[in-house]
Nanobody, 121 residues
Framework: QVAESGGGLVEAGGSTTLSCTTSGLTFDGLAMGWFRQAPGKEREGVLCINWRYNITSYEDSVKGRFTISRDNGRNTLYLQMSSLKPEDTATYFC????????????????WGQGTQVTVSA
């Protein structure tokens, strides 16, 4: 029901955009979040956009570099990533819950399989 795309290998300082589509869900009622998990670390929240397009940031290190957006007409969530750093290397997950954002990954009902982003130094 939730699927990410994009990512891959990117050079430090470069940019890439991740996409996440949903099926079988009423997309415009969802809060959509991006999480990431680096090797050996816990999954952490990055950004979330709720059903009213309000954005919540959970990770200070991405401020000014990552942008979250949504296109309800396409049932698609985006994560624009720029000025990438090696420490951004992680598996990025898209997650959904109804209406409001939450910092807790346990509150999200629907998860994608994740997409790998590797930033080379």
């Amino acid at each position: 029901q939730v699927a990410e795309s994009g990512g891959g290998l990117v050079e430090a300082g470069g940019s890439t955009t991740l996409s996440c589509t949903t099926s079988g869900l009423t997309f415009d009622g969802l809060a959509m979040g991006w999480f990431r998990q680096a090797p050996g670390k816990e999954r952490e929240g990055v950004l979330c956009i709720n059903w009213r397009y309000n954005i919540t940031s959970y990770e200070d290190s991405v401020k000014g570099r990552f942008t979250i957006s949504r296109d309800n007409g396409r049932n698609t969530l985006y994560l624009q990533m720029s000025s990438l750093k090696p420490e951004d290397t992680a598996t990025y997950f898209c997650a959904a819950r109804w209406h409001s954002c939450s910092a807790s990954r346990a509150d999200y009902l629907y998860w994608g399989q994740g997409t790998q982003v590797t930033v080379s130094a």
